[in-house]
Each structure stands twice: as structure tokens, then as C-alpha cells.
């Protein structure tokens, strides 16, 4: 790969948005519409490369194909992170399948790279075709207000399906961000991604370090923030942000599988993974979605050397036949996979409530953690303990006809099986 000391004069958007990522960054290789450059991010070094929109409107060709594999590569080599930035319209039509196989060059080094070093893409405009599989195989996705990311655009949708859609709606932020869950992080401005992208380097391409510029507060009492009635829904995000070191905090698919967040922060200035059941949603349940987020996030921070930390108030697994075919057996049993193969420092936290088999995914001891602590208060069962007394003395309870009688023998035959069913 030709090496230059110095950065290009900022007249190329790509070379901008290269300026804004990297610091004290400079030229690898300039080839034919994409542009690859070595610099830093908070001290790590980094490998990025850009697509040039002005350039056959970043459309992929064979040496530039070949320009962004060999970024990949060299990034694996020296053991460091890479960003790219995709403004794309796919693979050239005119380079034909040679073309194609440059694009398929490109996943190949991906693929290569996955779990040895943190792929990033910083999405700012269309990334259509091979460009938009580029990104899909990254470890996380960011996308700008005008990043568009599609198979093949609306003209061509038109005319195979008869269905009249435009570029946002067919793979804008909010597709992505909110229903597909491609992308991990939806910006405002094309500057507050790459941001974000910075962050996130910061968060997670150092592996080991310390942050030593944290403080610590001893004022923070992140149980505070959890109703004791188990029934009361709350927003477990103040929770984890209290968790973690004052300012550390990013999540991950927000917007997406909400009965369950993803966060990457820093505790006692170490950068950990967080996963955490949100009440606000389907009461915390775990469902087909929650399995696919919650499984590819801790399989990816086990290979980026991130412990994981699980806060855990969960009544179980949505049921019903709509989750049955959405496949919540398969999906939720990447989290299981992922979880139980781990070999990163894994600490659960049970803060209100651990049931069934959503208690067993949720970082139960038997799955593997390494240590599983429970806040006061806190039930791990089977199920409710009064769920579990109409199944256990349905016939009792059916026997009892006066209504408060029958609420009193509830409860008592409750707290007998919470004393003697092995639970918290």
C-alpha cells in the first residue's frame, strides 16, 4: 500500500470527513474514489478509509475495492481499529462482474477481520448494493440524517414489486434504526456521527486500558432508582448511567428491541458492555428481537475483551404465537450461545425480579457468570410466586369461594413457596 507523510489540502469531502475523524492523521492510499489514511482517536490508532461521493457518486470499482480491503488488512495486522465512511452507490455497473468480485474482495477482509479488531461504518449518504453489505458485516453501524442503506434502491423496488417508496423509508435512520436494527447509532448531523464514531473507538479500541481520568462518586445510589413494588415499570437507563464512571455511557440500538438496552461505558475507568432489562417495555420481558440484540452484543464484547456486566429484573419470555413465529426459540438462543461461550469476566446484578428461563439467559450463575449479586428484595424463581401458587393449588384455591378468603390464601400459600423454593 503507498504511504504519504502528510494530509491531502481539505478540498475532497472524503479528506473533511477523514479531518474530523482522525486526529494528526495521514494519506495511505488515494484510489480512484476512496481515500485511506492512518491517524489517531484519544490516543488509539486507527485505520479509516472514505468513499468520494463526487467520484462516480462513490460508486465501487476494482482498485477501489481493492484500496478498502487492503485498509482492513492493515488494520489486522497492526492490531488496530478501522472506520469507514460510506457515501456509495454500490458496486460500477461498467466494471461489471469484475466489479463484483472486488465488492466480494472487501467482505472477504471483513469477514477476515471480524473479532480480531473493531470494524466501525459511519453511513452519510446512500450506501446501496455492495456498499450496503459493507457496513452490515461491521461490528457497529452509525448512520448520519441523509445515510440511506439499501439493497437496491426505489427505482428498482418500483419496478419489481409495484411498491412506491422513497430512499428514507426504504433504509433511512429510522428503518434502520428503529425496525430492522441495522444501525447500532442514528445522528443528527454528519459530524455528530462521526463523533460518535470517536467515542466509540475511545470506548472500545484500547483494549485494557484505563481510563485514569475518571472520578469516581461515592454520592451515586443507582438502587434508589428501582421501585420495591415489582409491579411499577421505571426507565432502567438512569440506572445503568448511575452504574457506570460520570459520563462514560453510550448505548447501542436504542431504538431497537427496547425491553432490553445494550451499553457501552466505563466502571472504575475499565470499558465494559452493559446489558439491562427495561420495565418501560413489554414490562422487560425478552422476545425475539431482545434475543438478536442481546446475543451479537455479548458475543461481540467477548471479542473485544469487554466484561460484561447484566442488571436483570425480568418476568420472562413474551409468549404467544406471533413470538413463536418470529422465532424466539432461535433468536433467543443466540443470547444463551453467546452468553454460556463467553470468556470475558461476566457479573450479573438481579434488581427486582429474575423468572423461568429469561432468569437462566439473563446471566444466571449455571450459564457461567462469575458472580451473581442480588440488590433486597430481590425474587429469583421459576415464576411469581403467586403465578406459581394457581398452577401448584388449583384445586385448593378453586375450593375456597369466599373471594377474600381466597386472596388471604393466596398470599400465605405464596410466601410458603418463596420460603421454600430456593428463591430470593
Not at 489514511?37 to 457518486?57: K, L, N, Y
Not at 471480524?114 to 453501524?141: F, H, I, N
Not at 429510522?174 to 466509540?200: K, P, Q
Not at 456486566?309 to 409468549?319: A, C, N, Q
Amino acid at each position: 500500500m503507498p504511504v504519504t507523510t502528510t494530509a491531502p489540502a481539505l478540498t475532497t469531502l472524503c479528506a473533511q470527513r477523514l479531518a474530523t475523524l482522525l486526529d494528526g492523521w495521514r494519506v495511505l492510499e488515494e484510489a480512484d474514489g476512496v481515500l485511506v489514511g492512518q491517524g489517531s482517536i484519544r490516543g488509539t490508532e486507527v485505520i479509516a478509509f472514505a468513499t468520494d461521493p463526487t467520484v462516480q457518486g462513490g460508486a465501487l470499482g476494482v482498485a477501489s475495492s481493492a484500496a478498502i480491503a487492503a485498509a482492513t488488512d492493515r488494520a489486522v495486522e497492526l492490531g488496530i481499529p478501522v472506520v469507514g465512511v460510506w457515501h456509495s452507490g454500490g458496486s460500477r455497473l461498467r466494471e461489471g462482474v469484475s466489479g463484483l468480485d472486488g465488492v466480494a474482495r472487501i467482505f472477504v477482509a471483513q469477514t477476515r477481520a471480524s473479532g480480531k479488531v473493531l470494524q466501525v461504518s459511519v453511513v452519510l449518504g446512500p450506501a446501496a448494493g455492495g456498499a450496503a453489505y459493507g457496513p452490515a458485516l461491521t461490528d457497529v453501524v452509525i448512520m448520519g440524517p441523509r445515510g440511506r442503506i439499501f439493497v437496491t434502491g426505489p427505482d428498482v423496488v418500483r419496478r419489481v414489486t409495484g411498491e412506491d417508496v422513497d430512499m428514507e423509508r426504504l433504509g433511512g435512520p429510522d428503518t434502520h434504526g428503529r425496525l430492522s436494527g441495522v444501525v447500532h447509532l442514528a445522528a443528527a448531523t454528519d459530524d455528530e456521527a462521526l463523533y460518535a464514531a470517536r467515542r466509540l473507538v475511545g470506548l472500545v479500541g484500547a483494549q485494557g486500558q484505563v481510563d485514569v481520568r475518571f472520578a469516581d462518586d461515592d454520592d451515586r445510589d443507582p438502587g434508589s432508582l428501582v421501585p420495591t413494588n415489582d409491579r411499577q415499570s421505571y426507565d432502567v437507563r438512569p440506572v445503568v448511567k448511575a452504574l457506570l464512571d460520570p459520563g462514560s455511557h453510550l448505548e447501542l440500538h436504542a431504538d431497537w428491541a427496547m425491553s432490553a438496552v445494550t451499553f457501552l461505558g466505563r466502571l472504575g475507568g475499565r470499558s465494559v458492555g452493559v446489558v439491562a432489562n427495561d420495565p418501560q417495555r413489554i414490562a422487560g420481558c425478552l422476545d425475539a428481537e431482545t434475543g438478536d440484540k442481546t446475543g451479537r452484543f455479548v458475543q461481540w464484547c467477548d471479542a473485544m475483551g469487554l466484561p460484561l456486566i447484566f442488571l436483570v429484573d425480568v418476568p420472562g419470555y413474551l409468549p404467544g404465537v406471533a413470538q413463536e413465529d418470529l422465532g424466539v426459540l432461535r433468536r433467543g438462543a443466540k443470547l444463551l450461545h453467546a452468553y454460556a461461550g463467553a470468556t470475558v469476566p461476566r457479573l450479573t446484578v438481579v434488581l427486582r425480579k429474575a423468572y423461568g428461563g429469561a432468569f437462566i439467559a439473563m446471566g444466571s450463575k449455571g450459564l457461567g457468570a462469575d458472580l451473581v449479586l442480588a440488590w433486597p428484595g430481590a425474587q429469583v424463581d421459576v415464576m411469581g410466586a403467586s403465578a406459581a401458587v394457581e398452577v401448584l393449588h388449583r384445586r385448593e384455591l378453586a375450593a375456597e369461594r369466599d373471594p377474600q378468603a381466597r386472596a388471604r390464601l393466596v398470599l400465605r400459600l405464596a410466601a410458603d413457596h418463596e420460603a421454600t423454593t430456593g428463591g430470593l
